[in-house]
């Protein structure tokens, strides 16, 4: 058996390492276009904030692990095409500028995901840099060196990483969002207002409800300043992250997408052509608070499905579980994450829900160093199915959200979560845990709605 892969970052490198695994007698090449392999790109604000001190340690493989392993890799090569009826691509050396000719029997495209760059009049001009690859943390490095007036625009998980990291370095920050909160997508208001407080308090600018209509520069082509709906902010360094786009342009109309382009696949990785597997950033994904087909670019999504088109790639073998979108971050003295929908996210999928919001000590007070958690669950208005979750707090709660994470995949109810058996141990938790709390809490607010109506 011939396969080929296309791309290999988080999704190209799971599934390359486990077909090797799993079908040693298969004959695996990888097309690459850069000269590298597994670059965590979510660690970038991390190296810029001088956490890591070598951006190095953020590859997890390279292309001479995988090479022993026992895969042809062809990095620095890049496919033109695919024709899907003859099994065939056309392929380029970079380094040498020669084409030619390859074929497979099952195609695994792994392409990822590209930064998106709005078509926003002088959005071509010098210092104005992406942040997505391991050359462009470079580029932000060095550029930031030089900068004073540093301004980011999209208040994301790498937007608010990269502000932080600015800041520390003593630069002028902006932050500029299109929304009118920071973090919109991940946190209701009541969390997202004491992240806001925090940016603030640091000393940076946020300029949140502006939307960017165009970059000036000067004659040497550099940016110097972004004028949004709202006024102009002075920059000399403009960091984009406003999104991510899937990298599916070789097999645009050949086959089932959503509007954006991500590739529809079945529980197996298969698209609609049964030839060719798909995983990671350029796929949708199963939500399952929602129940819907969405685009969620995560490497934990995508080192699962890369996993599973090694298992499938010759038969249905294990399912994909779908997923809650979970994720977290740390900001300053504050830890935050969150699973499946937000209030406002489930108003998007048209889901009647409602919430619970907590605020309580994990630990009994007499412990000496008792803090306080912020915590929320957001549940079907009728069947009280476990929606979404967010939480904030001073100390490391993040974990909840992967307690929280399998509750909804497996379907929980906020009676299921009430009840559910959590130890207790005065280091950790209190007698009745934080999340049973929580849910005791829902169901007595339900009581008390229903006792209303009657």
């Known amino acids: 058996m011939k396969i080929i892969v296309i791309g290999c970052t988080h999704a190209g ?3 390359v390492k486990n077909l090797l695994r799993l079908h040693p007698e298969a004959a695996i090449t990888v097309y690459e276009r850069n000269d590298n392999v597994s670059f965590l790109s979510c660690g970038i604000a991390l190296h810029v904030g001088g956490v890591v001190d070598d951006a190095q340690k953020l590859f997890y493989s390279s292309p001479e692990e995988l090479e022993a392993l026992g895969a042809k890799m062809r990095v620095r090569h890049n496919v033109h095409s695919i024709n ?6 056309v392929v380029e050396n970079l380094e040498t500028g020669e084409q030619f000719n390859d074929s497979y ?3 695994v495209y792994t392409t990822g995901s ?6 926003i009049s002088g959005v071509g001009l010098k210092n104005i840099q992406l942040c997505k690859n391991y050359a462009q943390a470079q580029e932000i490095i060095e550029k930031a060196t030089h900068a004073n007036k540093i301004a980011v625009v999209g208040a994301g998980y790498i937007g608010v990483e990269l502000v932080e990291a600015f800041e520390a370095y003593g630069k002028d920050v902006t932050f500029i969002e299109g929304a009118d909160r920071v973090l919109n997508k991940y ?9 806001e407080q925090t940016l603030t308090a640091k000393g940076i600018r946020l300029a949140l409800n502006e939307k960017v209509e165009a970059f000036a520069g000067n004659e040497a082509g550099e940016v110097t300043a972004i004028q949004t709906s709202k006024t102009t902010h002075d920059v000399d360094l403009v960091i984009l992250c406003v999104g991510f786009r899937p990298q599916t342009e ?3 109309g050949e086959l089932d997408t959503l509007e954006n382009g991500a590739l ?3 529980d197996y990785m298969q698209t609609s052509d049964p030839s060719i597997f798909a995983a990671g950033d350029n796929c949708s994904v199963f939500h399952n608070s929602a129940q819907h087909h969405a685009y969620i670019p995560l490497a934990t999504n995508a080192t699962k499905m890369g996993t599973l088109v090694a298992y499938n790639i010759v038969k249905p073998t294990i399912k994909y579980r779908g997923t809650q979108g979970t994720s977290g971050l740390k900001l300053y003295d504050l830890n935050m994450a969150s699973t499946g929908l937000t209030e406002e996210g489930a108003a998007m999928y048209g889901l009647d829900v409602r919430s619970t919001t907590l605020v309580d000590h994990e630990r009994p007070t007499f412990m000496p160093t008792a803090t306080e958690v912020k915590l929320k669950l957001v549940y079907d208005q009728d069947t009280m199915r476990l929606i979404g979750a967010q939480v ?27 009840f559910s058996d959590f130890f207790f141990q005065p280091h950790y938790n209190k007698p009745v845990n934080i999340l049973n709390t929580i849910a005791l809490k829902a169901l007595t607010e339900q009581d008390q709605l229903q006792s209303q109506l009657t």
């Open 13 to 15: 490198t799971q599934t």
């Open 392 to 418: 904030l707090s001073k100390i490391d709660q993040t974990q909840l959200m992967n307690t929280l994470s399998v509750c909804i995949q497996q379907g929980m109810t906020v009676e299921d979560l009430a």
């Open 187 to 195: 946190l209701d208001r009541e969390f997202t207002d004491e992240v």
């Open 114 to 119: 590209s930064p998106i760059v709005p078509p």
């Open 264 to 266: 529809l696949v079945n």
């Open 84 to 89: 899907r009826q003859e099994k065939t691509l």
């Open 105 to 107: 029997d099952k195609l």
């Open 250 to 252: 070789l097999l645009k």
